[in-house]
């Protein structure tokens, strides 16, 4: 009976040795490192995502990242799939990523999600621990590496761009490019194609001089340690129905499974940072706790000289 158990598990979970999964028991970022060592989070090693709070420090070094490629209309077509842990748009070539600190120039190779359920947020990166309902990462190679296993060699050889996402109740047309085409990936393995679009119209227009800057990790096996990641402060908007295409119309499993599996939370959970530094950029708000961290702390001391001050007064 156990075994039977045992071997049903095996067939569930994990049926390809290379694939992996978010929610299944004894299958779940947790025990992603059984599979992919590189994904133990041991001591001192450096994985994402991570909690931003207030213990980060101002670089004011770090100014805008150039997006070189954004603002136009690439030629060709581009690919969005669901791949059964998230839907990737894959972009072509012609979108390049430099400046905001990076001593390299990456080229952009795709964009996916990640998302919670109908009643539950699902960014991976947290805020004073709050998390956002979605996140979108942009993934970027450095330029200097013919593919991807080479960057997965290199400390920094990926570059990704993080962006919160939160929810209105307007409709985020731009964003429409993709929520509108999710139908036609609903089931892990489809695949449709996409006009190009401007990407920097799915960016928030203002505030891209304020994030987030630290040294990670891939949040999906093999977990590599080699990606500095850059997280934006101000998210980006879309409507409650935009969100509910991501939660409720995907699927992990394939068209014909005979149980079909909602792709619901895919995302890692949180890592300490150890010994790393998050850097805040210099337009950065840094995070309201932040804000309030000084001033609660110098107020007790405020007190303090008015009370001397006081008794001085008295005794003079
Ligand atoms: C600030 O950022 C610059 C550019 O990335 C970097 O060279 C420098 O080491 C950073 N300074 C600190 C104190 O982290
Ligand atoms: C989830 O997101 C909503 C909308 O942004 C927010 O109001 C709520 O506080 C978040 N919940 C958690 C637990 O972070
Ligand atoms: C990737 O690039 C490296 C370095 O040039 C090369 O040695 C390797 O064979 C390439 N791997 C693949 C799968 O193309
Ligand atoms: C966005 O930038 C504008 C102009 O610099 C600033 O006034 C505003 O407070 C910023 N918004 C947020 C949410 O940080
Ligand atoms: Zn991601």
Redesign the pocket.
């Known amino acids: 009976m156990i075994r039977t158990a045992a071997l049903l598990m095996i067939v569930v979970c994990c049926a390809d040795s290379d694939d992996y999964c978010y929610n299944e028991p004894h299958c779940d970022p947790y025990s992603w490192g059984d599979t992919f060592p590189s994904c133990h989070p041991l001591l001192e090693h450096h994985h994402s995502p991570i909690n931003l709070d207030h213990h980060m420090t101002r670089n004011d070094s770090l100014g805008p990242l150039h997006l070189e490629g954004f603002d136009v209309i690439q030629s060709g077509h581009w690919t969005l799939k669901n791949d059964g842990h998230s839907v990737v748009l894959q972009v072509g070539s012609g979108m390049e990523v430099s400046g905001g600190g990076l001593t390299d120039l990456y080229h952009t190779i795709q964009l996916h999600f990640h998302w919670g359920g109908p009643a539950?947020?699902g960014s991976e990166h947290?805020v004073d621990?709050?998390?956002?309902?979605m996140e979108m990462h942009i993934v970027n190679m450095k330029s200097i590496h013919p593919n991807m296993s080479a960057a997965l060699e290199d400390p920094t050889g990926l570059a990704v761009l993080g962006f919160f996402i939160?929810?209105v109740y307007a409709e985020n047309v731009h964003f429409g490019h993709i929520s509108q085409r999710l139908s036609s990936v609903a089931y892990k393995g489809q695949t449709t194609k996409i006009k190009p679009f401007p990407l920097m119209s799915l960016l928030p227009k203002h505030n891209m001089s304020q994030y987030y800057r630290y040294y990670g990790s891939l949040t999906t096996p093999p977990c590599s340690q080699v990606v500095v990641w850059t997280v934006y402060e101000v998210p980006i908007y879309i409507s409650w129905s935009q969100l509910a295409q991501f939660t409720s119309q995907i699927f992990s499993t394939e068209e014909d499974a005979e149980q079909v599996t909602p792709l619901q939370n895919n995302f890692r959970h949180i890592h300490p940072t150890f010994s790393r530094i998050v850097s805040a950029s210099k337009d950065a708000k840094i995070l309201k706790g932040a804000a309030g961290q000084p001033f609660r702390s110098a107020a007790p001391g405020l007190l303090l000289s008015i009370l001397l001050l006081g008794s001085f007064i008295f005794y003079l």
């Open positions: 539950s947020n947290t621990t709050r998390r956002y309902p939160d929810v």
